[in-house]
């Protein structure tokens, strides 16, 4: 069972043959509606939307969850990436991507530890006490002994094993590429497509130019092709020898084989007409869902950089007010 949060969603899901799918119509998950899920599988799904609300709604779901635990009654999450729900991330992208989440789901433990633990800087010593302490709060809400038992060493081990990796990365201080998102890839198609369907590059370049998402550097690799010989030319014989830093730099993102697996359309073979009413199609949704964001966000740079993520004062909020009315 996969417990989502709208009615959307279910029904997309149902569309696409998953016939197991409920929402609680909103964010407020019950320990009522737990017990029901319960009913039918040992193990129900909950996958809230990607945002902090939905982030939030979840953490809180897997905290009232706590006392209800046994062997049999278990609970396992799916977090999305940010500024997605089941329905718009399986339209923008496709089933086949949204199923890799299904299968690789959170275990209520995992889940806890990683919201919980990146909330707080472990680095400090006496944040390493107020954290421990946090835990052993957590697991005292357990009922059932040899769930207790056994969630108290897992959430132990995973404490130590993050302790032990801040003294491994002083030891090694390595530079990570940075992750590319689900957003600029695709943008990144976009640009895809423009070089590889020479005969649309037209139509493409006044699309994109009149949106607004690209930003200097990729508005200027645009121009540095249309506004040169190169416009007309196949990809396979433009030469990017002479390419400017920042123009290569882009067109070898433009070259990522999951762009090419995730957006169709940027094959040369694709169907031109389909290719552009997709592109057009795939900048009007990407646009319009992140002006809606701009407006609810204020700014869309707070959505990229502030991910969906909870502060270690709502954490213990959600604890603490769990908890408390459960006991009045």
């Known amino acids: 069972m996969l417990i989502c949060e709208g009615y959307m969603d279910v029904i997309s899901l149902h569309d696409k043959n998953i016939k197991t799918a409920v929402a609680p ?28 609300s939905g982030l ?32 718009t991330y399986i339209n923008e992208f496709s089933f086949n991507e949204f199923a890799k989440y299904l299968k690789n789901p959170l275990s209520i433990i995992d889940f806890i530890f990683e919201e919980s633990s990146k909330s707080i800087d472990l680095k400090k010593p006496d944040n390493k006490i107020i954290f421990d302490n946090y835990i052993d709060d957590l697991v ?3 009922k ?3 769930i207790k038992y056994f969630y108290k060493n897992e959430f132990k081990s995973l404490f130590f094993k993050k302790l032990k990796s801040f003294s491994k990365k002083k030891e090694t201080i390595k530079i990570s590429p940075k992750k590319i998102s689900l957003k600029e890839k695709e943008i990144l198609s976009f640009l895809a497509a423009y070089l590889n369907h020479s005969i649309l590059r037209n139509e493409i370049y006044s699309t994109l130019i009149n949106c607004d998402l690209l930003n200097k550097n990729q508005v200027n690799f645009l121009n540095f092709i249309q506004k040169s010989e190169l416009v007309d030319l196949d990809i396979n014989n433009i030469d990017t020898n002479n390419f400017p830093k920042s123009v290569f730099e882009i067109y070898e993102k433009t070259r990522d084989n999951g762009i090419f697996q995730l957006f169709p359309y940027v094959n040369k073979d694709y169907d031109t007409a389909d290719a552009i009413n997709e592109i057009k199609e795939s900048i009007n ?13 204020k700014s869309l740079n707070d959505i990229e950089t502030n991910s969906s993520s909870l502060s270690w004062e709502e954490l213990k909020n959600i604890t603490f007010n769990i908890h408390y009315n459960e006991d009045l």
Do not use: C
């Open 56 to 87: 939030k709604a979840s953490f809180k779901s897997a905290i009232m969850s706590l006392p209800y635990l046994t062997p049999s009654k278990l609970l396992q999450f799916v977090i999305l990436p940010n500024e997605y729900d089941p329905d």
């Open 144 to 146: 059932d002994t040899k």
């Open 285 to 297: 949704n990407l646009n319009t869902r992140l002006s809606n964001l701009k407006k609810i966000n």
């Open 140 to 142: 005292d809400n357990i």
């Open 25 to 52: 119509l909103g964010t407020s998950l019950t320990d009522s509606h737990l017990m029901l899920s319960w009913k039918y599988v040992n193990k129900p799904t909950l996958m809230f939307d990607g945002d902090t």
